[in-house]
């Protein structure tokens, strides 16, 4: 087990080096220039060089990188160019409205959609399963902020029932916890029918395994089998899409967050995109991709402690 | 003695075997009328719009729908109806390259890991996991914050992380036909490498592929449409649904149509390409029946 858990960590840190230089080559290779973008097309040669400097832009790229990397485990991101506060202190403010807003979303869509995922296996067929069927895969796929923007339109402009606007107030959990409602109800939509549709299947597929029969043969009651035996391992595969959905949820959550004006990564990164604050963009991406790196990780480690088969199955 | 007529079923051919089962299939059949008049409504827009998705109008600005304009008009008069039509050619202008651009790189990354010796196996996975380890948006924001925002960018981000999808797909399947016993067979027959990647494992992949390519046209028109929403994609006057969300977005307090209508192709075409993706599947490959990819 330790050795798995040993493995997969050094595989995680693994790609968060390869993905780190591959964004770091990628912004080099394409045409554009962070100074220039920062500074405008009309700035003088001195504070191009002076911004240059400061920023490191001006050494060869395997020591850019190399710098890089050994701020970066220092916490350093360099600063904000307008306010001259670090980045990593900014980014940090922001990350916990987003992890609220995306973990809020995970929990109700997982709760709805087990449940329905359970009761379609359960009663395969019939015609409810039918219908949770073609509704899952009707929500499955329309985009986010889609759903975000019409939710917006008909709850909070036309019927007023929740905020359009904000976080709310800091410190008042009621308040807050009505302007959540609606941006997690938009990013968790899609994620319902999705897990009661892998739920359902991998059920289904359990039931028929020889340990599920065997307790029937045992004269176990249906429903402990259903629940004890079954609903277990059938949770296995969400708890894995659920971690690797981490990039599609913190997409999903840049848009809602643009859309109800709440704070977050998304509104950060936006914003600072507007105002060409270079360093907070990439500060925001880089703490991102930590964040889906460290779940899909998180994820597979839940999974072998789960399931006995991915550890002995190596 | 009389002759007894022996009724064959009529052969058909492979299109037409998946075409016969596409349209028996309640979904199947919706999907592929919704796909049908998206894609022919996008071709034919300069035919089917009633007006210039671009022509101002300022009299009749912020319409509601009515018989002139069927879903009413934007804050400058231009027809919303005639600007969803032409936003289909924009969807399709970024979803079609950017999926043929995933699939060849994924089919050669894929068919070269699933072939190939062992540590180029490694290495290519390590090169999808590392690829896959961005938030797309996130990566495309950054790409963005850099180039500026364009129709160029879009597909290049997009199609970038796109690739693993395929590729692992092409990855495990060529590993699986690779240890069959015919391909065994050719090679004791002397049979070369190019040929057996070529004439046994390209049209064995090419099935799965094409259903994966299908359920990922909606996540590639919802992410132009998200982008362009942002003001970091299609920029306007050009007719996008994303550009006509954001339109709607900043107006939604005086009119709802225009995120109405901006909304509803993106809907269908999630709707349409997911229903005939499904259908797809369990024609292609019934084993992979409920095995969805997010």
């Known amino acids: ?314 | 003695m009389t002759d007894t007529a022996i009724v064959l079923p009529r052969a058909r051919s492979e299109l037409g075997e998946i075409l016969y089962h596409l349209v028996r299939d309640p979904l199947g059949l919706a999907g592929l009328i919704i796909v049908v008049a998206i894609v022919g409504s996008a071709l034919l827009a300069p035919w089917i719009a009633p007006y210039d998705p671009v022509a101002m109008n300022i009299p009749d600005r912020l319409q509601g729908p009515n018989a002139a304009h069927l879903l009413g008009t934007d804050q400058i008069g231009r027809d919303t109806f005639s600007r969803v039509i032409w936003g289909g050619r924009v969807a399709l202008k970024v979803a079609l390259p950017t999926i043929a651009g995933a699939i060849v790189f994924g089919l050669l990354l894929g068919m070269i890991a699933g072939y190939g010796p062992k540590w180029l196996d490694s290495l290519i996975v390590l090169l999808f996991d590392t690829l896959r380890s961005f938030p797309t948006v996130m990566f495309a924001l950054a790409v963005v914050a850099l180039v500026g925002p364009s129709l160029n960018t879009v597909i290049f981000v997009i199609m970038v992380t796109s690739i693993p999808t395929y590729g692992r797909v092409v990855r495990t399947l060529t590993q699986s036909i690779k240890q069959s016993e015919f391909i065994t067979a050719e090679l004791s027959l002397g049979a070369t490498v190019p040929r057996i990647m070529g004439i046994h494992i390209l049209p064995n992949v090419l099935g799965p592929l094409a259903v994966l390519a299908a359920m990922d046209i909606p996540t590639v028109v919802g992410l132009e449409a998200g982008l362009s929403f942002l003001g970091m994609g299609v920029k306007p006057p050009t007719p996008s649904w994303g550009v006509l969300l954001s339109d709607g977005y900043a107006l939604i307090r005086n009119t709802p149509w225009l995120i109405i209508a901006g909304g509803i192709p993106l809907i269908l075409t999630t709707l349409g390409f997911t229903f005939l993706g499904e259908a797809l599947r369990d024609v292609v490959d019934p084993k992979l029946r409920g095995k969805g990819g997010k």
């Open chain 1, 1 to 314: 087990m330790l050795t798995y858990i040993l493995r997969r960590l050094g595989l995680a840190a693994l790609i968060t080096i390869l993905a780190v230089t591959l964004l770091f080559l990628i912004i080099h290779m394409i045409p554009g220039d962070p100074v220039s973008t920062m500074l405008g097309p009309k700035a003088s040669p001195e504070l191009r060089a002076a911004l240059e400097a400061r920023m490191g832009l001006d050494k060869p790229l395997p020591v850019q990188i190399g710098l890089f990397f050994a701020n970066m485990l220092r916490g350093d991101l360099g600063m904000d160019v307008f306010t001259n506060r670090p980045v990593t202190t900014i980014v940090l403010g922001q990350i916990p409205y987003t992890l609220v807003l995306i973990l809020s979303s995970i929990l109700w869509s997982a709760v709805l959609g087990i449940a329905l995922g359970c009761y379609s296996a359960v009663n395969r067929n019939s015609l409810g399963d039918r219908l949770a069927g073609v509704l899952s895969v009707s929500v499955i796929a329309v985009p986010a902020f889609v759903v975000s923007l019409y939710s917006l339109l008909i709850f909070a402009v036309k019927l007023q029932w929740f905020p359009a606007i904000g976080a709310g107030e800091p410190g008042a959990w009621g308040d807050q916890f009505h302007h959540l409602i609606l941006p997690s109800l938009a990013i968790g939509l899609s994620w319902v029918g999705y897990i009661a549709r892998l739920v359902r299947a991998s059920m289904l597929e359990v039931m028929g395994e020889g340990h599920v029969r065997t307790a029937r043969a045992f004269g176990l009651p249906e429903r402990w089998i259903t629940y004890r035996y079954a609903l277990r391992l059938a949770i296995l595969p969400t708890v894995t899409v659920i971690g690797v959905g981490m990039g599609f949820l913190l997409s999903a959550a840049v848009f809602t967050e643009i859309v109800f004006s709440r704070p977050g990564l998304g509104k950060l990164v936006i914003d600072s995109i507007t105002t060409r604050n270079y360093p907070v963009v990439m500060g925001s991406v880089l703490f991102s991709t930590l964040i889906f790196v460290a779940s899909t990780t998180l994820a597979d480690i839940i999974n072998a402690i789960l399931d006995p088969r991915i550890r002995a199955g190596k």
